[in-house]
């Protein structure tokens, strides 16, 4: 799935959009689902039960900032389930959770200290040694 600039993918509440990868004998993955998030582009999360579940792959492109936005005070998260695997693998190219191209950030930030933004079901979350920025807060003026 490729979400380039000005495209918007919306998940609205109690639904999911899953990024699937065929995970073969031994922990290799046959098939890499890919979601390519773009300058530009946008993910809505909307409600407590909107989940973007990665599955396979998410490649960051060139000065994106990926996260995702919610109208009003209920936002969704972002789930990586990459479920069988070979932990030490993850940064191969044809392996990584994620990678990403230049000036790539990421940014996840939720309404208040109890809203939930990223569920990790999975050994580890592989982030990219190229990443110019991790942000992850959670705002403090919600209820």
């Known amino acids: 799935l490729d979400l380039m600039s000005t495209s918007k993918l919306v998940v609205n509440d109690n639904s999911l ?23 530009g582009a946008g993910i809505q999360l909307n409600g407590d039960n909107a989940v973007l579940e990665l599955n396979g792959r998410l490649h960051i492109g060139n000065n994106a900032t990926f996260g995702f936005t919610y109208p009003g005070s209920n ?17 191969a190219t044809n392996n990584a959770h994620i990678t990403c191209g230049v000036n790539a950030i990421i940014k996840l930030e939720g309404q208040s200290k109890t809203d939930k933004i990223i569920d ?17 807060k959670k705002m403090f003026g919600g209820i």
């Open 75 to 91: 936002s969704g998260y972002i789930k990586f389930n990459r479920g069988a695997g070979v932990w030490w693998d993850n940064w």
């Open 120 to 136: 990790i079901s999975q050994i580890n979350v592989a982030i990219p040694k190229n990443l110019t920025t991790f942000i992850m």
């Open 17 to 39: 959009v899953i990024i699937k990868t065929q995970i073969a004998a031994g922990g290799n993955t046959s098939d890499n689902a890919v979601l390519t998030y773009n300058q």
